[in-house]
Structures are given as C-alpha cells and as structure tokens.
C-alpha cells in the first residue's frame, strides 16, 4: 500500500458509505483527514475508527448543498491553517423514480451538491493545489456517468458531468504536478439506493453488479495515485461500459430502464 505520510486529504461525504471508507484506507495510509458532511456524530465515529491509525482528523459538519457551501468550507480550512493535498469530492444522492414524478426541491439540492458544489470545490482546492505544485483530485462519478439513466434521469445526468469535467481536467493539469481522476463505481452496497428512494427494494441488474464500497475505494484509490483519468470499478460494470460502445444510446437507454426496474 502506498504511503502517505502527513499528507492531508479532505473527503466529503464522509459520515456513511463511500466517503467513510476513503476516510478509513487513507488514513491507513497515513494520510490525515479533513471530514465534512451533516451528521457530527457519524463524522465523530469515523474521525475516531482513523485516528486509531495514528492520523490527526478535523470534523466540519457542513451542508454542502446550501448557497456558498463551498466558499464556507475553503475559508474554514484555511482559517484552521490547513494544507489540502487530496480532494475527495465524493458527497452526493440520487433521486429514483420517473422524472416527472420526482420532488423538484429534491432535484435542486441534488443538482447543488453533485454538480454546483463539487465544481467549486474543485476549482477552490485545485487552484491551491496548483500553487503548491503537486496534489490529487478525485471526484466519485458513477457508471451512470456513461449512458442515460432512466429511473435515475437527472441523477445520471450530473455524473455525466462529473466525468465530463474531470477527464478535461485530468487533460488541462498535465504537467502541474496536480492529477485528477473519477472514479465510477457501479451499484455498491451503501445507504445510497435507500437514500434515494429505493425503500430497501433492488432490481434484479442491481443486485447483480453489486460491489463492497472497501473494494471500488480500493480501486479508486490506486487510480488516483498512478494519476488515471478515470476508472470503471469491477470487471462486471467496465463489461458493461464496453458493451455500450456497442449499442446506440437509444437501445442504452431502454435496457437501463429494463434494468432498473425494482423487484
Ligand atoms: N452506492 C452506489 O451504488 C453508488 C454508485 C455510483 C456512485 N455513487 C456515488 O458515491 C458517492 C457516495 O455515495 P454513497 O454510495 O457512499 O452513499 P451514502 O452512504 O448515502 O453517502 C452519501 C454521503 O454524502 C453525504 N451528503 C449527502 N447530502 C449532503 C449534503 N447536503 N451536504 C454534505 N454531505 C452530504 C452524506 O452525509 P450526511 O447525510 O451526513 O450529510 C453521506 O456521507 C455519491 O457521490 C454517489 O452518487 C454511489
């Protein structure tokens, strides 16, 4: 495992799921944390589980889909006098069910964090990072992020600009010493298809592809660090991913529909 020792790594979305995972592998690899998302408490378990491993790890409790969020958090680790060497922009939900049907407020908030939110946080930490010369960015798309995502439209939708966005960020910061990568996990066993509205329900295709978030951190992470653009986690879903190129995006579409229809 590589080492990185007294580096400092700020991953949103940290309190359950992915980002706490992130949280756990780099601070086994010696890497001190910075934790945001709402829940203080959950944060404070996690911060406790990584600082068994010898790294120090600050909590900020912070709605990252408010006006400004971005601004908010940037000026608080400064204040605090933190270097941030890692982005994991990871917070972010989904919205499921026919798009008509979806709350718009939901859809607001979804599009604030996933898209307004991430992109300033990149643009904030990023510019930081490009002074100092070195860093790493990685933002966690989706494999929505390749095709339309019917049941999941609008949510597919800003991983596909996550993707889009990174892969020409990866392209525009060769030779800053700076990378940026995104990770694209498939289903992944999370409290994400509950948060969205799946009431503890799958389709056959998502329990299927389903992976363990220790394992598509563990490859996001070693995507990250050997400076990749972008990574498909699972032989299962970078099999789908190829077949796509295969098909029209209409026919794409219409299987994802058949796909995520729930049991
Ligand atoms: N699980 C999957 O199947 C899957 C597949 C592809 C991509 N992803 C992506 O993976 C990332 C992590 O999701 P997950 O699967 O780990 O789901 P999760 O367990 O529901 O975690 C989502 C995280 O985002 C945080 N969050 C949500 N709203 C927030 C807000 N307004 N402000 C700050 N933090 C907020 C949550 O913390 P609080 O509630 O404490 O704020 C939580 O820590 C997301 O970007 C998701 O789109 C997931």
Redesign the pocket.
């Known amino acids: 495992m590589d080492s990185l020792n007294n580096r400092t790594a700020l991953v ?8 706490a995972e992130f949280a756990r592998q780099l601070a086994r690899r010696g890497c001190h944390l910075v934790l ?4 203080a408490d ?1 944060l404070a378990r996690i911060a406790s589980e990584c600082e068994s491993q010898g790294v120090s790890v600050t909590v900020i409790s ?4 408010q006006q400004g969020a971005a601004e908010a958090l940037h000026s608080e680790v400064k204040s605090r006098d933190i270097s941030v060497d890692i982005l994991v922009n ?5 919205v499921h069910g026919y798009f008509m049907s979806q709350p718009l407020a939901r859809i607001n ?1 979804m599009l604030a ?2 898209v307004v939110t991430l992109t300033q946080l990149t643009q904030l930490f990023g510019r930081d990072m490009v002074e100092r010369g070195h860093g790493h960015i990685l933002q ?5 992020s390749f095709q339309p995502g019917p049941l999941y439209g609008a949510y597919a939708a800003t ?1 596909a600009y996550v993707l889009s966005l990174g892969e020409a960020l990866a392209c525009e910061l060769r030779g800053t010493g700076v990378t940026a990568t995104v990770v694209c ?4 066993a ?4 509950d ?1 969205a509205g799946q009431d503890g329900k799958m389709s056959f295709y998502q329990k299927m592809v389903l992976m363990q ?1 220790d394992e598509v951190v563990r490859q996001g992470l070693e995507a990250m660090l050997a400076g990749r653009p972008a990574v498909v986690t699972g032989w299962l879903n970078k099999l789908q991913i190829l077949a796509l190129r295969l098909v029209s995006r209409r026919f794409a579409a219409r299987a994802a529909l058949w796909g995520m229809r729930l049991d």
């Open positions: 949103t979305g940290a309190s359950s799921g992915l980002g945001v998302a709402r829940r959950a912070h709605d990252l889909s990871n917070a972010g939900f989904g908030d964090l996933n966690v798309g989706s494999v929505g991983k996990p498939g289903v992944t999370t409290e994400f298809l948060s978030a």
